[in-house]
């Protein structure tokens, strides 16, 4: 397993080109199999999430291609794939796939919209609290489906098809109201969706379904309404930018202090991020290339946060966040109401030095003038990239290992740091 050394106490200074975002990238790909005919999707990471959900959609039948560098492309720009799920060819999800990745998970909904039936393995993915899926099930029990858990599987059939319905989410869940999106587009008749989510990966998600020939009505607002049809056909789009990772390089800047542009980070997908940000003393502004960070010369200030759903603050950046405020002048608190348990950076984050305490779901951070390099261990995605933030800070040498969890969600995450001046090194082999 690769592991990567930081020398940490330099500035960051340059330009990091934002990727298209994994989190809108994988639905959108899923899409792919509500349809006979191709969809192209344009800005798609190189991350291994990615790959695993090709293998995914592969099994069910779907070619791809993947289009290759032109002369003259930047290393970093996205990727053009082409997604054809013309016979889908096997209607279920094994676990040695699904459970690399919860997201693999959704395509029960395209399936069983598109086939009648699905079985698909019970997920896997970051171990970040427990994470069920009974509100997609009730999604699509509502929508129609007859559900079965048998052996760790799914097993969800509509012979007849589904039809449309009333559903209202108690809670707001992302995937829930991706897999209703994709399994209401071609269900009979209307369907709303009370208490949907509202992130920015939903609207790309109803936007390119939209393109596909779906009727669908306020995404992007808290009630959706769909309109079935009886096909969905092809289309090009392109994925949206990447929120996290333009904040977590955001939070990168604001902790090592100098003065970098977010190429192509679009500031209201992060509006509450980027707030907390400037309230800690960075020095934020948007550009018509994208989104400006400085920090010089002024220390961090404590700032608390709570994590929300869409247009509140990120829980997948609450792990870097918090790395921020180890090192702030004063005691910040920072609350987390999405997930149970994702607070496991923070024994991590005090091998550096940080003075971190749990209390309920919340963690108080008292910062610290310094933080000193260490070995180190990624846990989930998020929470990993935390670990590369308090390193660029931290005095001396640090290891990260298990960077398999980086490599989920970063692109280029080295080279991308390495080019604004930070001393980083992938070490391949054991760790
Ligand atoms: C997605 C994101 C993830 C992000 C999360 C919250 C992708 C690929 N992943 O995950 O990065 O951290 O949104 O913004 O887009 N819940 C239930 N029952 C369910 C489904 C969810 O109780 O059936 C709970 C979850 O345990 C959690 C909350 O609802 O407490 C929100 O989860 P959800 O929005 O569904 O997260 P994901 O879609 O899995």
Redesign the pocket.
Known sequence: MDRIRIVGGAALNGSIPISGA???A??LMIASLLSDEPLTLENVPRLA?ISSLLRILQNHGVDYKIDGKKPGDAQTAGRTLHLHARDIVDTTAPYELVSK???SF?VVAPLLARMGEAKVSL?G??A???????????ALESLGASIDIEAGYVIAKAPKGLRGAEIDFP????????VTLMAAALARGHTVIHNA?R?P?IVDLADCLVKMGAKIRGAGASTIEIEGVPRLGGARHAVLPDR?EAGTYAMAVAMTGGDVLLEGARPELLQSALDALTASGAEITSTNEGIRVRRNGAGISPVDVS?A??PGF???LQAQFMALMTRAKGVSRITET???N?FMHVQELARFGAKIRLDGDAAIVTGVETLKGAPVMATD??ASVSLVIAALAAEGETIVHRVYHLDR?FEHLEQKLVACGARVERLAGQG
């Open positions: 994994k989190n809108a994988l639905p999430d990745m919860r997201a959704w997920p993915g970051c970040i609290g427990t994470r069920p899926v009974d509100l997609l099930l009730m809670k707001v869940t992302v995937g829930g109201t991706h989510a992130e990966e996290i994590t759903p869409f990120p829980t997948d999405i997930f149970e994702r995605l998020r969600g």
